[in-house]
């Protein structure tokens, strides 16, 4: 299978500035770092950059609401099927007792986090209630859409060929060193390897400045409950 990625060998030697791939890496070599690159850009923003296919079972929510977060760090996309049963049974694939809602029933809501049910076609099992509702209960409907998102930011772009450089030729992105971390919020300082006394916490994501001045604005940070 193809590898799918969002920045290509002509983007590693033109994007930001000039570089040479060393003649030690061969195209497909060169496809794999970019995928890893790719990889470790996703586990620090705890998202998915491309968009990709993916089923999900879910829990019923009871409510127009039918919250994603719990089962995907990745924004949605498009939906292209939603499918719903009665009765929970653990090797049931939605065939034998399922149903495909019509896609007029929901729409995916505008935070990409969730889908609304608009128009009630679950009738039949509500025992006749016609409120638009996901009903409640225990894996009852499977998803399958698109997840991840539909554009990157150059900078994610940027710090994917930084990064990329750096594990074919270190130190190759020392160049970009100079730029100041002013501009970064919540107090942090995205200056790896240094002090900063007029900062709070002092973050190395990748161990490389150039890539973490980068990818520091877009980086998910999960708080530590009872820490203030």
């Not at 497909?28 to 470790?40: F, H, L, S």
């Not at 495909?100 to 995916?108: G, I, P």
Request: charged share 20%; with cysteine.
């Amino acid at each position: 299978m193809a590898i799918t990625t969002y920045i290509t060998s002509a983007d590693v030697q033109g994007l930001g500035s000039e570089f040479t791939i060393p003649s030690a890496y061969d195209a497909g070599e060169v496809t794999k770092i970019i995928y890893r690159a790719m990889a470790v850009i996703d586990k620090f923003t705890r998202s998915h950059w491309l968009p990709e296919t993916r089923s999900f079972v879910v829990d019923g929510t009871g409510n127009n609401f039918l919250y994603l977060r719990s089962y995907t760090s990745w924004p949605v996309c498009t939906i292209s099927s939603v499918q719903f049963r009665v009765g929970y049974a653990a090797t049931d694939d939605f065939t034998a007792n399922g149903e495909t809602l019509d896609a007029t029933t929901y729409a995916v809501h505008a935070s990409k986090r969730a889908l609304i049910k608009v128009k009630s076609q679950d009738v039949r099992a509500a025992g006749g209630f016609t409120d638009p509702i996901w009903l409640k209960g225990t894996q009852n409907y499977k998803l399958t859409g698109t997840f991840g998102h539909n554009a990157v930011p150059e900078d994610l772009k940027r710090a994917t060929v930084y990064l990329a450089r750096e594990w074919m030729l270190p130190g190759s992105t020392t160049q970009f060193v100079s730029m100041s971390s002013e501009s970064f919020p919540d107090g942090y300082s995205y200056q790896a390897g240094t002090s900063n006394k007029s900062t709070t916490v002092e973050v190395s994501f990748t161990g490389y400045r150039a890539v973490d001045i980068l990818l520091g604005p877009y980086v998910s940070r999960v708080p530590i409950l009872g820490v203030v």
